[in-house]
């Protein structure tokens, strides 16, 4: 069993940063992919970002890229999405998760395993 905790969620103006962070405990996750999905009030749980088992390659949602960055540090068992130059669309309920799979290239929802509890992002105009 993995366990996933998200942190680093808030309030912050458009033009704004966060660093968002997911611990795990429990089973190791640094042989799976992690992935990062937000969802928006009445809305999908969309695909923001993901990284390969050991970091080896990065993949982004076009909505994501040139201003989000997901890396991970396993030797803390933790993952982190940086976004900067967050937009008011950007605002949803952010949730980390760890992939069934060693690449990067899965973006469906079922393709992950273990989920957090989520952590609220909201961006103010």
């Known amino acids: 069993q993995v366990q996933l905790v998200e942190s680093g969620g808030g309030l912050v103006q458009a033009g704004g940063s966060l660093r968002l962070s997911c611990a795990a405990s429990?089973?190791?996750?640094?042989?799976?992919?992690m992935g990062w999905f937000r969802q928006a009030p009445g809305k999908e749980r969309d695909f923001v970002a993901a990284?390969?088992?050991?970091?080896?390659?990065?993949t982004y949602a076009d909505s994501a890229k040139d201003r989000f960055t997901i890396s991970r540090d396993d030797s803390k068992n933790t993952v982190y999405l940086q976004m900067n130059r967050l937009k008011p669309e950007d605002t949803a309920v952010y949730y980390c998760?760890?992939?069934?799979?060693?690449?990067?290239?899965?973006?469906?929802?079922?393709?992950?395993?273990?989920w957090g509890q989520g952590t609220q992002v909201t961006v103010s105009s």
């Open positions: 998760a760890r992939s069934r799979y060693y690449s990067d290239n899965a973006r469906q929802p079922s393709s992950y395993v273990y």
């Open positions: 429990g089973r190791t996750t640094s042989s799976y992919a």
């Open positions: 990284v390969s088992g050991r970091g080896g390659s990065t």
